[in-house]
């Protein structure tokens, strides 16, 4: 399947999608490490600050320089600065040494902003390919009420409606088998809601997963839909432990000495990271990156992986590392994680890459609680999801889609209302990605 999809990547831009847990984030990684071991340059870029960490790149604002502009007159107008003009050389020069470009969590860039990303491309002698990952039936962007309030009857919420997007011209590629699960009926249900089919044979299957107790034994990751209810799960449930509270405070460093603050504030904000995390020995955490070991050539942790914190290492009263039980029994050491704030430059023929900034802080939070946003490209072993509070298009679908064992998942729902008439309800499918995906012609790898 790689094989092929570089072959089309040679003469065309690439759409590739498909539900959560087949192997997007594994299939674009080996793409990306393929071009690498070839010697062309690869630019890899998130449409949010977490995807931007998960696929170990920068935010789209960031690289294409594109400020708060909401549409191309306003980038236009931001450009004209002289500091800005220097900025855009810079980047016309790295856009014409830029074999591939990869865009994650495609879902999540508006169609305006795609059209920016567009505009510089167009603007600049690009002439590598595009490479856009993500399910548009997952989480939509997120929009601003007042964006939502001004938006062109032109536009839709989507990246897919831009103009830009269909001169674009991409071949659409769909990965259908899940390496999340091997439960088949779990799989295909799972499908079911992720299109918007509920039938009533889906509906009673997911039945036999209610509770109207959320289990307090810790060992499972609830998912909640808004953060008050998972802030106060994670308190309440280390209050128990008798322990001691330890607090691993994140810091930065800065190296570059005419970094903007607000770029600064803008990139911390941006982390999913616990910038003050209290934690206690015993304590259920969960990882938030994926680590890879070049010593054991193995992957020490992947992100949504859970463990229990058994140890503390300090020096000189510093937290310096914390030994954490994976529930598959391996005990690691956890250090700090590095998270930089690049900067591309032209070093002769290859891209350079300058960390203006690093955050220092443990790449793990409490497991006991996470809410359905931040779990995203996440596979978590014992899984909860607290359907009560589901508010946006592709939501149930994402929570659902975190579960690794079917066997061990549970679902809390309480409501007055019957859960036939809420599921029926609250499994929205967006008619203008429904038609998308009806629409394009699709190459499908399993």
Same mark, same amino acid.
């Given at each position: 399947?790689?094989?092929?999809?570089?072959?089309?990547?040679?003469?065309?831009?690439?759409?590739?999608?498909?539900?959560?847990?087949?192997?997007?984030?594994?299939?674009?990684?080996? !793409?990306?490490?393929?071009?690498?071991?070839?010697?062309?340059?690869?630019?890899?870029?998130?449409?949010?600050?977490?995807?931007?960490?998960?696929?170990?790149?920068?935010?789209?604002?960031?690289?294409?320089?594109?400020?708060?502009?909401?549409?191309?007159?306003?980038?236009?107008?931001?450009?004209?600065?002289?500091?800005?003009?220097?900025?855009?050389?810079?980047?016309?020069?790295?856009?014409?040494?830029?074999?591939? !470009?990869?865009?994650?969590?495609?879902?999540?860039?508006?169609?305006?902003?795609?059209?920016?990303?567009?505009?510089?491309?167009?603007?600049?002698?690009?002439?590598?390919?595009?490479?856009?990952?993500?399910?548009?039936?997952?989480?939509?962007?997120?929009?601003?009420?007042?964006?939502?309030?001004?938006?062109?009857?032109?536009?839709?919420?989507?990246?897919?409606?831009?103009?830009?997007?269909?001169?674009?011209?991409?071949?659409? !590629?769909? !990965?259908?088998?899940?390496?999340?699960?091997?439960?088949?009926?779990?799989?295909?249900?799972?499908?079911?809601?992720?299109?918007?089919?509920?039938?009533?044979?889906?509906?009673?299957?997911?039945?036999?997963?209610?509770?109207?107790?959320?289990?307090?034994?810790?060992?499972?990751?609830?998912?909640?839909?808004?953060?008050?209810?998972?802030?106060?799960?994670?308190?309440?449930?280390?209050?128990?432990?008798?322990?001691?509270?330890?607090?691993?405070?994140?810091?930065?460093?800065?190296?570059?000495?005419?970094?903007?603050?607000?770029?600064?504030?803008?990139?911390?904000?941006?982390?999913?990271?616990?910038?003050?995390?209290?934690?206690?020995?015993?304590?259920?955490?969960?990882?938030?990156?994926?680590?890879?070991?070049?010593?054991?050539?193995?992957?020490?942790?992947?992100?949504?992986?859970?463990?229990?914190?058994?140890?503390?290492?300090?020096?000189?009263?510093?937290?310096?590392?914390?030994?954490?039980?994976?529930?598959?029994?391996?005990?690691?050491?956890?250090?700090?994680?590095?998270?930089?704030?690049?900067?591309?430059?032209?070093?002769?023929?290859?891209?350079?890459?300058?960390?203006?900034?690093?955050?220092?802080?443990?790449?793990?939070?409490?497991?006991?609680?996470?809410?359905?946003?931040?779990?995203?490209?996440?596979?978590?072993?014992?899984?909860?999801?607290?359907?009560?509070?589901?508010?946006?298009?592709?939501?149930?679908?994402?929570?659902?889609?975190?579960?690794?064992?079917?066997?061990?998942?549970?679902?809390?729902?309480?409501?007055?209302?019957?859960?036939?008439?809420?599921?029926?309800?609250?499994?929205?499918?967006?008619?203008?990605?429904?038609?998308?995906?009806?629409?394009?012609?699709?190459?499908?790898?399993?």
């Amino acid at each position: 399947m790689i094989n092929q999809i570089l072959e089309i990547l040679e003469n065309s831009n690439v759409f590739l999608t498909g539900g959560g847990g087949v192997g997007k984030s594994y299939t674009t990684q080996n !793409i990306m490490q393929h071009y690498k071991d070839n010697k062309k340059n690869v630019v890899a870029l998130g449409s949010t600050g977490i995807s931007a960490v998960n696929i170990g790149g920068m935010t789209l604002h960031s690289f294409f320089c594109l400020g708060i502009c909401k549409n191309i007159d306003e980038l236009r107008g931001y450009d004209k600065s002289k500091w800005r003009k220097q900025k855009l050389s810079d980047l016309k020069k790295i856009l014409e040494k830029t074999d591939l !470009i990869v865009i994650d969590e495609i879902s999540m860039v508006s169609a305006e902003l795609f059209d920016l990303v567009s505009y510089r491309l167009a603007n600049s002698n690009f002439k590598g390919k595009l490479l856009v990952v993500g399910d548009f039936y997952q989480l939509p962007p997120v929009m601003k009420k007042d964006e939502e309030k001004n938006r062109s009857l032109f536009y839709s919420t989507y990246a897919f409606s831009a103009l830009s997007w269909r001169n674009s011209k991409f071949v659409y !590629i769909e !990965i259908l088998k899940s390496k999340r699960t091997d439960d088949l009926e779990f799989y295909e249900n799972l499908s079911h809601i992720r299109v918007g089919k509920l039938n009533q044979k889906t509906i009673n299957y997911i039945l036999k997963f209610i509770s109207s107790e959320i289990p307090l034994n810790g060992e499972n990751t609830v998912l909640f839909g808004r953060n008050k209810e998972a802030d106060e799960l994670n308190k309440f449930m280390l209050e128990k432990l008798a322990n001691d509270t330890e607090i691993s405070q994140g810091y930065y460093e800065i190296y570059s000495s005419n970094l903007p603050d607000d770029r600064v504030e803008k990139w911390l904000k941006n982390l999913n990271v616990v910038d003050s995390f209290e934690f206690k020995i015993g304590a259920k955490v969960i990882f938030t990156t994926n680590k890879y070991s070049l010593t054991h050539e193995k992957i020490l942790f992947y992100n949504g992986e859970s463990g229990t914190i058994k140890d503390i290492e300090k020096k000189d009263g510093q937290i310096e590392s914390i030994i954490v039980e994976k529930n598959n029994g391996e005990i690691i050491e956890v250090e700090r994680n590095s998270y930089d704030l690049t900067e591309i430059a032209i070093e002769s023929d290859s891209l350079d890459y300058t960390v203006l900034a690093s955050y220092y802080q443990f790449p793990i939070r409490l497991a006991y609680a996470i809410t359905i946003h931040k779990s995203q490209g996440m596979s978590i072993e014992n899984l909860v999801c607290d359907l009560n509070n589901i508010f946006t298009d592709g939501q149930l679908y994402v929570a659902l889609s975190r579960a690794v064992d079917p066997k061990k998942l549970k679902i809390i729902y309480n409501k007055k209302e019957s859960f036939e008439s809420y599921i029926n309800r609250v499994v929205k499918v967006n008619d203008e990605v429904r038609n998308f995906y009806n629409e394009q012609a699709f190459i499908y790898f399993e």
